[in-house]
Structure formats: structure tokens, C-alpha cells
């Protein structure tokens, strides 16, 4: 769900009346000047336009302010498979595909490469802990069967070339005990991400970790608690 902003009309400022009232009888107070038009982003530029827009903070590069659009395949399908119009995602100026991979072995990960070569299109990765995978289980070998799921998830991007995998990757979505996350679950969600960190070298892939609402898991939902958790891996 996106939330939409509730738009109401500005009333006049101070300033605006001001000059209103200033204005001699029967005359028109000066016209204010005009706003500079917005620049237009001119797409046969590609991206360095948008750099212009909006230059890198201090002390980042200058790739961080390069935006892609992609489209989640999920729209179509839970799976990667013909149904996806992949002809179409291209001709809409589409830059790549988020691919939902709940368990690689479903994954025809030759089939998806070739189509990527085919129509040019950049792919990430989406994933979960699908049932029985949970990196905060009290049970030391759910958490060790975890590691294990992920990592070939790791390597199935690898695979195909995907460059990132975004998710809750800290525990099963619906996944709510009824009570606050204990300090052992923070402990074993950031050791579990840690031993990924070879795996993702190796691939040359990120993981992108993803809070959720509080009706979807109880682990992680700021962007605060995220940054910390993130540090802290």
C-alpha cells in the first residue's frame, strides 16, 4: 500500500496580502516574480541528468545518485516462468526485474539468464524465510538449516547475475509470538547475517534488509532499529 498524501490548497501569505494592500487605489500591485521552470530530464541523457538533479552528498560517490526502474515479476507470477511479458517490461523503458526465489531449486536459473541477455534487463532478487527457515529459532539447527537455504538463494543469484536480494531476511514473515524481540533473537539474526558475508563476497551480491509493518513481524519495523541492526552486522 502506498500512503497518498492529502493535498489542500495554500492560503495566501502575509507577504502576498501585503502587497496587495500596499497598492494604490485602483492599481495592481507588481506582479511577483515567477518561479524558475524545472529543469526536464532529457531520457536520451540516461542517468547523468538525474545526477545533475540531484548531486551526491558530501563524501558519497557519484553512482549513488543513479536511479534504475524496475518492476517485481510478482505481478504477474509467484514464480519466474512464461508468463512474465518480458517483451513488454522492456519496450515500457523498464531498466530490470525484481524475481520473487522463495527456494532456489525451483529456480531455472539458466532460463532466467538467457532471458535477461535476451531483452537487456538488469534483475534483482526478493526472498523470504518460507516455512521451517527461521534465523532467530531457539532451535540451533533451524537456525543452521536457515543459513543453509540462504546461501544457495546467494548462490542462485550468482548464477544469474542478480546484484541484490531484498527482504526480511531476519525471520518469517507472520512470524509474531505475541511479545518484544529478546536480546538472543538480536544476537542470532546478526550472527546469521554475518556468516552470509563470505557467500555474498564471493557472489559480488548485497543483501538488501527490509523492515516490515508490525501486523507482519515483531522484529524489525523502523528504519531505526534497521540502521542499528544493519550497523551492528
Sequence with gaps: LVARPIIRPKPATKSIMADKESAPAGQRAAPRTPRPEPRAWNPAAGTTALQNHHPAPPGFPAAVTTMKIGVNTMIWSGAFDSSIPLEAIREAGIDG???PVFDAADLDTAALRRALADYGLGC??????????????????????????WKRIIAAAAEVGAELIAGPTYAPVGYLPGRRRNPDEWIWAVEFHQQLDADLAAADVVIAVEPLNR??????????????FIDEI
Design 215 to 228: 501486523f507482519e513481524t515483531y522484529f524489525l519495523n523502523t528504519a531505526q532499529d534497521t540502521a542499528r
Design 124 to 149: 534483482t532478487f526478493c526472498s523470504v524465510n518460507p516455512p521451517g527457515k527461521n534465523p532467530i529459532s531457539e532451535d540451533a539447527s533451524i537456525r543452521a538449516g536457515t543459513l543453509e537455504h
Design 97 to 99: 526485474i525484481e524475481v
